[in-house]
């Protein structure tokens, strides 16, 4: 349960790529074996794809 917790609180970095490239290979072995965390990690992808949609306002 620790690990899910490590590797769910990287994601949003994982997803930034700003983790070292050992724990994105690490987080990326994980995710190959753990449900619950490809499904936060999919889930989490699809925010940040609509976030990414969204026009920036101008000051």
């Given at each position: 349960m620790k690990r899910i917790r490590h590797v769910l609180n990287q994601l949003p970095d994982y997803l930034r790529g700003t983790v070292s490239e050992a724990d994105a290979a690490a987080i990326e072995r994980h995710l190959k074996t753990c449900?619950?965390?490809?499904?936060?990690?999919?889930?989490?992808?699809?925010?940040?794809?609509?976030?990414?949609?969204?026009?920036?306002?101008?000051?």
């Open positions: 449900k619950a965390c490809k499904k936060e990690f999919t889930s989490l992808t699809q925010v940040w794809t609509e976030l990414g949609r969204i026009p920036e306002e101008m000051p």
